[in-house]
């Protein structure tokens, strides 16, 4: 149950939590039930929203995942949201219980996005309020508010047409025990074309060789039980070019002795959730190396959720003119920084976690100028933030004591 919010107001945790919730209401009510429960997840992963658990529970719904929406539904307590969105809140687990019912009609296989420009499959009956000061979440967009939407329809039916376990329609499903249009994930890249959505079923994905992605695609997986390994040397992942590319939902590995950043993005737009990182190994005598994910050039947009851990060097290194948005994430126990940035890099890094790392929790140096706002640190050998030319601007309510060079 979430804690009622101090006199203080919100911690940050609290309001990366809301920012993560209201997109997923966005998708939500727009009957982008992928996008919506993807992002309810990763609000969840930062605090525990009572109604992103509500809301990811009706998504999941939506998209035939009964069991994953039944064990949402059984962790969520009505007297968690504000007293007077109870009962309508109620109303809606019962409506949610009744779409996963044995007798209810629901797809077989999830269904991919609606976008929003077209009509939505379904709309919500609920309307955004603000609960009063001091029940449930501050800000919080509650079920059952004054004004009027249409009414909940049932579940959509199934769509025809050719799905593979595990893939929604129109995407390429690799699965490793065969069931899939490719049991290995290298093939369906080397294959796929731009804009494909490839969806990894749950597995160990080995990688023969590090892999560059040079067209636009959505990797989508089933959470970290969707595992991507590579030995190589160098990397795992490489995304060159313009993008946009998505990973959703992944583990990303790299095993061995060689050396290896696990992701690279050479002057990209990304759009990376849910995903775990580890594995990065750093070749000392040659300083190169050991990140998790490297954002390079002019690489851009958004990485959500995630975690950083058990990579040699940095969980998340930027460099060049790189400029994304770091929401939400946590790294942990890299053998030098939680997060860094270097030369240029600038961008925004909000309600993140960085702990037990070897050396910072974040630093900053050259001239790299992030904002860096509501980050917490905790347990790094030498210090929360590095700031090698004490810059101080764009940093706000952090949680992370600095350590200015002089």
């Known amino acids: ?9 919100p911690s940050e945790e609290e309001k ?8 997923g209401r966005l998708k939500f009510d727009a009957g982008d039930w992928v996008g919506a429960e993807d992002l309810f997840a990763k609000s969840l992963a930062v605090y525990p929203n009572a109604y992103a658990r509500l809301y990811r529970a009706a998504s ?19 007297e968690a949201v504000a007293a007077k969105a109870r009962e309508k809140a109620k109303t809606m687990v019962a409506k949610v219980a009744a779409m996963c019912a044995p007798t209810a009609k629901a797809p077989s296989t999830p269904v991919t996005a609606t976008p929003a420009s077209a009509t939505p499959a379904v709309a919500a009956t609920e309307a955004v309020s ?8 501050p800000g919080t967009a509650e079920p059952g508010a004054e004004a009027a939407r249409p009414p909940e329809p049932v579940a959509p039916a199934p769509e025809k047409g050719r799905t593979k376990a595990g893939g929604a329609k129109g995407a390429i499903v690799v699965s490793p025990d065969g069931q899939g249009d490719f049991a ?14 490839i969806h990894v079923n749950a597995g160990i994905h080995r990688l023969s060789r590090p892999v560059d992605v040079t067209v636009p695609m959505r990797l989508v997986g089933d959470g970290r039980s969707s595992v991507i390994v590579g030995d190589g040397e160098g990397h795992v992942l490489r995304f060159t070019g313009k993008g946009p590319y998505e990973m959703h939902d992944l583990a990303i590995e790299h095993q061995g002795g060689r050396w290896a950043r696990v992701i690279v993005v050479e002057g990209a737009e990304v759009d990376f959730r849910g995903l775990k990182v580890s594995g990065g190994v750093r070749d000392a005598a040659a300083k190169r190396g050991g990140e998790g994910l490297l954002l390079l050039g002019d690489a851009s947009g958004t990485v959500t959720g995630c975690e950083f851990s058990g990579n040699a060097l940095h969980g998340v290194k930027l460099a060049g003119k790189a400029h994304p948005l770091l929401e939400g994430n946590t790294s942990l126990k ?6 860094v940035w270097f030369e240029e890099s600038g961008g925004t890094a909000r309600a993140n976690t960085c702990s037990s790392n070897g050396q910072y ?8 100028a992030p904002k860096l706002v509501g980050n917490a640190c905790a347990d790094n050998r030498r210090g929360g933030l590095y700031l090698e030319a004490g810059r ?10 600095p350590y200015l060079v002089h």
């Not at 149950?1 to 203080?8: D, F, I, K, L």
């Not at 990366?16 to 997109?23: G, I, P």
């Not at 999941?60 to 009505?78: K, W, Y």
């Not at 603000?130 to 979440?137: D, E, N, Q, R, V």
């Open 334 to 339: 890299n053998g030098k920084g939680g997060m």
């Open 361 to 368: 929790g974040m630093a900053v140096v050259d001239k790299a």
């Open 60 to 78: 999941l719904a939506r998209l035939a995942r009964c069991d994953e929406s039944r064990a949402e539904l059984a962790r969520f307590a009505p």
């Open 16 to 23: 990366a939590s809301q920012s993560l919730y209201n997109k």
């Open 1 to 9: 149950m979430p804690a009622v919010a101090s006199a203080e107001g």
């Open 184 to 197: 290995r994930l290298e093939d369906a890249l080397a294959k796929a074309k731009a804009g494909a959505v």
């Open 130 to 137: 603000t609960p009063a000061p001091g029940a449930g979440t």
């Open 392 to 401: 101080v601007e764009g940093i706000q309510d952090n949680r992370c004591d």
